[in-house]
Nanobody
Framework: QVQLVESGGGLVQAGGSLRLSCAASGRTFSSYRMGWFRQAPGKEREFVATISRGGGSTYYADSVKGRFTISRDNAKNTVYLQMNSLKPEDTAIYYC???????????????????WGQGTQVTVSS
């Protein structure tokens, strides 16, 4: 079991930056593969980024490659999403998620994750 709480969302101008944080409860945070997803108005929840348990491997959606960076600090039970060069199309509610899977590779589907945070709103103005 793990509880996730996102923070760091807000309003930012196009081209700006924002860092999201996801604080997790639990005895062993490093047991979970972590991911970020987002959901814009009228759209399905979509994959953004994922990171391996030790933080050594990452994978990104094509739409955010080169702009977003996922990282984690297992000592602090926290995963981050650094978002640079933000675009209006990045506007969405951003969710962090945790997976118990020990065999998952890309981990891009929401169904592959077991625990979800409440979400934090990111709005990029043009």
């Amino acid at each position: 079991q793990v509880q996730l709480v996102e923070s760091g969302g807000g309003l930012v101008q196009a081209g700006g930056s924002l860092r999201l944080s996801c604080a997790a409860s639990g005895r062993t945070f490093s047991s979970y593969r972590m991911g970020w997803f987002r959901q814009a108005p009228g759209k399905e929840r979509e994959f953004v980024a994922t990171i391996s348990r030790g933080g050594g491997s990452t994978y990104y959606a094509d739409s955010v490659k080169g702009r977003f960076t996922i990282s984690r600090d297992n000592a602090k039970n926290t995963v981050y999403l650094q978002m640079n060069s933000l675009k209006p199309e990045d506007t969405a509610i951003y969710y962090c998620a945790a997976s118990r899977s020990v065999s998952g590779q890309r981990m891009i589907a929401p169904s592959e994750y077991d625990y979800w945070g409440q979400g934090t709103q990111v709005t990029v103005s043009s």
